[in-house]
């Protein structure tokens, strides 16, 4: 069953779908909105070529670099464009803005590629929270819902800017911590009690002998790699040392281990002849003269 830490880690990243689910949903939207806007501009300079009352900022035939100016309407009808010269080209700019910018968040909630955000954008790093990311959510989600945009937009910019909220608290909570407790990639080295919520199983190695004597693969990764270098045992049992691991080792290879013979050392002197030793050279001395 998972524990507290196990729980804090699956609220996280259910916020951060919930949050790069948003951030598409803008995604799309944006697009929908810019194709909208460059269609009702073409509908507007069409009239304008039509109406009389309706002067055209640029005498061009290129209709995408027309601006039309109309006393009545503040806006282009049908469209987030303002009727200002060059509005058409600051809404479209815009939506490209907002379309690179939700781009960049998205690969920073999916962290990929970490060393480029931990280099050129720290704030969306591995090393910050997650309250900058809230913010820059809230910029872009109060950017949209100022305009006059559709159902999809509406909806999706307030999504985006009610999760924003919520990495701002997080961010608040955790701070710089949040990132590392909802990654996927670095859970084991954080804390082994999050084994209930990913496995941490490992199979164990296999150490297996060729028939000939060598050392195969496997034996080089158990031992160090460096069995296939020298002959001798201790090259081949590095890090073994001198204990029952070594002995064990050294005993699958076919090695057997002698204990040295005993000996005193060179500086103890002998040992002096007693009464009872001295009694019985005599009488064997004598034994041997009557014989």
């Known amino acids: 069953m998972p524990t507290t830490k196990g729980y804090i880690f699956i609220g996280l990243n259910v916020v951060r779908a919930l949050s790069i689910i ?11 909105t810019m194709v909208h806007d460059v269609q009702a501009v073409n509908a507007f300079i069409s009239a304008g070529k039509a109406d009389p009352n309706i002067r055209i900022a640029s005498n061009t035939t290129n209709s995408t670099g027309l601006d039309c100016i109309n006393g009545d309407t503040d806006y282009v009808q049908g469209s987030t464009v303002p009727n200002q010269p ?13 379309i690179f910018q939700v ?25 910050f929270g997650l309250g900058a990311l809230g913010v820059i959510q809230c910029l872009l989600g109060a950017a949209v819902l100022s305009h006059h945009v559709d159902e999809f937009s509406l909806v999706s910019a307030f999504f985006l800017f009610s999760l924003g909220c919520v990495n ?36 164990p190695r296999q150490l ?14 158990a031992y160090g790699g460096d069995a296939s270098r020298s002959g001798s045992l ?10 029952r691991q070594g002995e064990k080792a050294a005993m699958t290879r076919g090695f057997t281990l002698t204990r040295p013979v005993e000996a005193l050392p060179t500086y103890i002197p002998k040992r002096a002849a007693s009464r009872r030793d001295s009694g019985a050279e005599s009488v064997s001395e004598g034994s041997e003269t009557a014989v």
């Open 168 to 203: 701002i608290l997080l961010g608040l909570i955790f701070r710089e911590s949040a990132k590392s407790r909802r990654s996927i990639t670095s859970w084991r080295e954080q804390d082994k009690d999050t084994k209930g919520v990913l496995p941490t199983s490992q199979a």
């Open 22 to 32: 948003s951030l598409l949903l803008l995604f799309a939207s944006s697009i929908v």
């Open 86 to 98: 060059a509005g058409a080209f600051w809404a479209v700019l815009n939506r490209l803005l907002i």
């Open 103 to 127: 781009i960049v968040l998205i690969m920073s909630e999916v962290g990929w590629p970490a060393a480029f955000f931990n280099r050129f954008f720290p704030i969306l790093g591995d090393d």
């Open 208 to 221: 297996v002998m060729s028939p000939g004597g060598t050392w195969n693969e496997k034996e080089r990764e």
């Open 234 to 243: 201790s090259s081949q049992k590095s890090g073994m040392g001198f204990g």
